[in-house]
Every structure is written in C-alpha cells, then in structure tokens.
C-alpha cells in the first residue's frame, strides 16, 4: 500500500491562504475611513479649542527688576560704549497655589471636547536678595506669564496689603517655554503622548508695577478658560499645589507626579509639595530653561472609540484567518464542501463589523456599539451558513456555529480592554486555539492510500 498526498486538501487550502490576502484589501479600506473620521474629530475639537481656549500653561508670579547692561558698539568696531535695560527675574520664596477646574463639555457635530474654567489662587512671599548693579528698583513689577491670555479674567492682585492692578506686558521679556503638547497628532491616532514637546513658546505676560519692602506678600486671583490640560512650573523655594475638579478621569504627568491624590466618582484631588531642590530652579530664573520642570493635569475622555476601533481592526486579519480556519476544519471534517465565494462573503461580514462599530459608537458609548455591530455580524453570518453554506445544519450545529463566533467576537473585546495584560492573553488564547484546532483535525486523512 502506498501513499500520496491529498491534492484536494492542499489546494483547498491554497485557494483559502489567497482569499485570506484578498481580505486585506477591505481591511485596509475600513482602517482609511477610520482614520479620516478621526481626522474630522480633530479638525472640530481644534475649532472648538480656538474658540474657547488651548492648553493652559502658567508660571507666575515672578518679581522683574529692569537694571542697566554697559556694553561696546559693534557698529564702530567697540569704540563706543552703549546702554541697554535687562531685567533680573526673581522667583517667590513660598507659592500656595489652589485651582478648582470647573470642567464642562462642549459639542461641535456628533463630537465633544472637555473644556475648563479655573478658578486659580496663588498666595505667597517674597524674600531679600541680592540685587543686580546699577537696579532701578523702582521700576519693578510683578509678571503673571501664561501661554494663552484669551479665555483670563482680570485678576485681583493684593501686594503688600495693597490692591494693584495687571495690564498687558509693554516691558520686560516674558519667558520662553516649550510647553507640552497633549493633543499631538499623528497618523497612527495617537494624540495623547504626554512627554511629547512643542516647538519654545513665548509666555504672555500680565505685569504689575510694585513697591519692595524688606518682607513682600501677595495673593493673586483669576479665572481663565482652556481645554484638555493645565500646567504649572513649580518656580518658588518651596511650592504648594492643590488642584481639583468634578472631572473623573484626570491624568498626571510631567516632571512631577502628585504627592497625594484622590480619584473616585465624585472627582479628583491632587497635591503637590516641590521644593527648589527637586525643581532645580534657584531664585534668580533669567535665562533658565524650565521647561522640564511643569508638570501637566490633563482632562481625559474616558473612551476613544475611534483609537478602539484602530486597535480592533489590527486584529482584523487574524480574526479573518482563524474564521477561514474554523470553516476549513468544519468542511474537511464533515465532507460539505464550501465554495471559495462564500468564504470571500464570510470575510466581507467581518470586515463591515468594524465600519459598522465606528458608525454606531460615535452616538453611543463604545461598549455598547461593539455589541450591536458584534451581535448583527453573527446572526448574519450563522444564517447565512446554516440557509447558504450548509443548508442541512440541525440546531446543535448551527449553536456551535454561534457560540464560535460569538466567543471570537468576546475574545476580541477583552483584548480591547486590557492594557498590561494583552500581550499574555492573547498568547495563552492562541495557543489554545491552536490546540483546538490540531484536536479538531487529529482523525483528517492527508494522504490517498493506494495499493
């Protein structure tokens, strides 16, 4: 008796690895309209966000005393000495800073954006230091420097027991920072990346003209409008930062994390405790780069359905195989032939679910979306193997058909959910599904016995 491979197996097969690599075609067009919705949302939360206010980034308040720089001409070879005004930046001895983010939602379309009001409070001290030669001491003032000055309120400043009044910048030289950008975009849709940096910005600067006395105490006062993120540079000798809000699902980032912090359904809490030692910023800051000592609060959505959406259809390929697999176990094993056409239609149903979910999750909550999409492409494609396929399944065939692609469509979902934890199991679950598999096919014939 010999043997000789089973041609029909092996072309079968061949036929369902290039309907598999056909499949890629539909897939790469679900992830194309994906991303070009994205791109809309992002274009309507950046109209929104021009409108309303950016990111918010403060570093205040820092005492300015202009004093006067000799230096020699350039234009007639150093023959001539010349004058110019520079400005030592002081920061505070102590700094109490208290900020209720009162956060809202706005609407553009079917997409929303967190947007918020900060009621800010900053209470603290500033010391005796050593002045720069040739100081006009009575032209200091006071700088309240923040990236974006469109959504403040006029801010009630007390110096010394004194009321004083803010006015837009006309002197000194507000600081240049390179701010973080929690709204960066990229073409894989992953615009929340915290450590990632702007190009340097320069601060706008509120400025206030004061009187020094040996012990200067002020408290400062405003409300000012922005979106996703606030930021502060802890500048002061010894910092204080107690940030709060009704909003849920806060993140943390920067330089510093919070000493404390209280998250439940009610909100957020979080403290800060900086001294100038862990800041590295000493108390003269003119010409420092204090870029990497903010640290950043940031407002998170708590579901992007779009970003969950792009991680579901990068399993799309391998949830197509393993149907196709599933098909070609079942035909091999029980002798009812499936045409190749009707795989191609099995694997348009799966591809039309992750259109289907992003559609639908833009007006409902993501869990919810992916059960719609997930129960309407099982039902379609267990009828239309049970009616189309194999017309002749009894009722325990056609559950066993539903109940694989219903755990399919689960496996998927848990994978979605888990962060830490997918790399392991979806190993663990590959692996096991490929012990189903081989079990599944122990008793199939691979070769033709022939005497």
Same mark, same amino acid.
């Given at each position: ?21 056909? *499949? ?13 919705? &994205? ?114 309120? $006029? ?33 894989? *849709? ?104 903010? &640290? $950043? ?52 149903? *799966? ?30 494609? $267990? ?21 694989? *692609? ?46």
């Amino acid at each position: 008796m010999t043997k000789k491979l089973n041609f029909s197996i092996i072309w079968k097969s061949l036929v369902i690895g290039v309907l598999i690599l056909l *499949m890629l075609i539909p897939l790469a067009f679900v992830r194309k309209t994906i991303k070009e919705r &994205f791109e809309y949302k992002y274009a309507a939360t950046s109209e929104i966000i021009s409108s309303w206010g950016d990111q918010i980034l403060i570093a205040a308040p820092i005492l300015n005393i202009p004093y006067t720089v000799q230096y020699r001409d350039r234009e007639d070879n150093g023959k001539t000495w010349s004058t110019r005004t520079e400005y030592a930046k002081f920061s505070p001895k102590d700094l109490d800073v208290d900020v209720n983010v009162i956060s809202q939602t706005r609407y553009i379309g079917i997409f929303e954006v967190p947007v918020f009001t900060a009621e800010i409070t900053m209470k603290g001290s500033f010391e005796k230091f050593k002045k720069p030669a040739d100081a006009k001491e009575n032209e200091s003032f006071i700088s309240l420097e923040i990236n974006d000055l469109k959504g403040i309120s $006029t801010p009630v400043f007390v110096w010394n027991g004194q009321k004083a009044e803010f006015e837009p910048a006309i002197i000194g030289m507000p600081l240049s920072i390179r701010m973080p950008n929690v709204r960066r975009y990229s073409s894989e *849709m992953s615009y929340t990346r915290y450590y990632d940096y702007e190009e340097t910005n320069r601060l706008k600067s509120l400025n206030s003209r004061v009187i020094l006395n040996d012990n200067n105490t002020f408290e400062i006062k405003f409300n000012i409008k922005g979106s996703n993120a606030i930021s502060f540079i802890p500048l002061a000798k010894d910092n204080r930062f107690h940030i709060y809000s009704k909003w849920t699902n806060p993140n943390f980032s920067g330089t510093f994390l919070p000493d404390t912090k209280e998250i439940n359904n009610e909100g957020f809490s979080a403290t800060w405790n900086i001294n100038y030692i862990a800041s590295g910023n000493p108390p003269r800051i003119d010409g420092l780069n204090l870029s990497y000592s903010l &640290f $950043t609060t940031t407002l998170l959505v708590p579901v992007d359905s779009y970003r969950a959406a792009e991680r579901a259809v990068k399993y799309g390929i391998l949830f197509i195989t393993l149907t196709f697999l599933a098909c070609f176990v079942f035909e091999i094993t029980s002798e009812k032939p499936i045409h190749p056409f009707q795989y191609l239609l099995v694997g348009f149903a *799966m591809a039309i679910f992750y259109i289907l979910l992003v559609s639908i999750s833009e007006f409902i909550p993501f869990g919810f979306a992916y059960l719609i999409a997930a129960v309407s492409v099982i039902a379609l494609i $267990t009828a239309y193997i049970k009616f189309a396929v194999i017309k002749n399944l009894n009722i325990k065939q056609t559950a066993v058909v539903a109940s694989s *692609m219903s755990a399919l469509y689960i496996y998927l979902y848990v994978l979605l959910q888990l962060q830490d934890m997918a790399l392991i199991f979806g190993s663990v679950s590959l692996f096991l599904g490929l012990a189903i598999v081989m079990y599944a096919t122990r008793n199939i014939n691979w070769y033709e016995e022939r005497e």
